[in-house]
């Protein structure tokens, strides 16, 4: 399949989903007239503060989570690419419905630990859920391809290609949500979600 790796008419979804996310980081980390403490995903503050859900994606740690999760952005918009995007509103979809599904599978993790009397108290951030969310959705579209997502035509096709690449990706990936300081929890729900979503 030929590639033109030139700008396309899809990438406004990729460079607002930057946009944002350095947008935040100004403000949050250079600037400083934003709080991030009010924006984490913190689990005993989302019934009240629901806004949390979506607003814990967009804040990073430092300079260096926010560049690895741009990295990420410009990876899974390369697999996009590869895998024949027709769709100019799939990654926006893509990443508001994946913060809820994340969110849900995140909370029957926690309900599971509170059966045990185990209740964990944590803050994440980031946006890596969502590539890892992206990643697992590509891995099984490289294999199988995929017409529609939420009804809508998105017109993926299977390609080995992305299939070896991706794979290599998510087991590094793994590996890497073992360090300290890394939510493993948030990557590993990312990619469930993913997988969920293709297969809807």
Request: charged share 10%; with cysteine; glycine share 8%.
């Amino acid at each position: 399949m030929a590639f033109n790796n030139s700008i396309s008419k899809y990438d406004w979804q990729y460079l607002i989903t930057g946009f944002f996310l350095i947008s935040v980081f100004i403000f949050t980390d250079l600037i400083g007239i934003i709080d991030k403490e009010y924006f984490y995903f913190v689990p005993r503050l989302i019934s009240d503060q629901p806004h949390r859900i979506f607003t814990s994606n967009l804040i990073h740690s430092d300079l260096n989570h926010l560049l690895s999760n741009l990295g990420g952005i410009i990876i899974t918009r390369y697999f996009l690419m590869k895998l024949g995007i027709e769709s100019r509103f799939f990654y926006l979809k893509f990443i508001f419905v994946c913060s809820y599904l994340n969110f849900f599978i995140i909370w029957v993790y926690e309900k599971i630990l509170s059966f045990f009397n185990i209740f964990p108290n944590y803050a994440a951030l980031g946006f890596s859920g969502i590539i890892y969310a992206l990643f697992g959705f590509l891995l099984l579209t490289s294999f199988y391809g995929k017409k529609y997502f939420l009804g809508k035509e998105i017109g993926f096709k299977s390609n080995y290609e992305v299939q070896k690449m991706s794979k290599t990706i998510c087991l590094i990936g793994l590996i890497f949500s073992f360090l300290p300081g890394v939510s493993l929890l948030g990557h590993l729900s990312g990619f469930i979600s993913g997988c969920f979503l293709f297969l809807i």
